[in-house]
């Protein structure tokens, strides 16, 4: 079994910041692309930054230049650093990586964390 955990939302008034992290446990073998993902109410669920083994990342337009995504490969962690926070940040932010377990080695599969809610607003 393999549990992804996020921890580090809450509530910000506009301008702050938040460090949101996640951490994989479980039957890992290796863990691939990681990223961070958020759904506000009503609308779908967007891909906010991902970060692969190698450390090349990728941001939504939305969100360049304020936030920046990192990864603790010894640690199985990704976080995500948000600055200069906007009201429309306001979402549940979801953790997700690619995953090659040592329960199927053949193959390597999506996981997704629980969610955390961050709330922007004064």
């Known amino acids: 079994q393999v549990q992804l955990v996020e921890s580090g939302g809450g509530l910000v008034q506009p301008g702050g910041s938040l460090r949101l992290s996640c951490a994989a446990s479980g039957s890992i073998f290796n863990i691939y692309t990681m990223g961070w993902y958020r759904q506000a109410p009503g609308k779908q669920r967007e891909l906010v930054a991902t970060?692969?083994?190698?450390?090349?990342?990728n941001y939504a337009d939305s969100v360049k230049g304020r936030f920046t995504i990192s990864r603790d490969n010894a640690k199985n962690t990704v976080y995500l650093q948000m600055n200069t926070l906007k009201p429309e940040d306001t979402a549940v932010y979801y953790c997700?990586?690619?995953?090659?377990?040592?329960?199927?080695?053949?193959?390597?599969?999506?996981?997704w964390g629980q969610g955390t809610q961050v709330t922007v607003s004064s």
């Open positions: 997700n990586a690619d995953i090659r377990s040592y329960v199927s080695l053949a193959t390597h599969s999506d996981y």
């Open positions: 970060i692969t083994s190698g450390g090349s990342t």
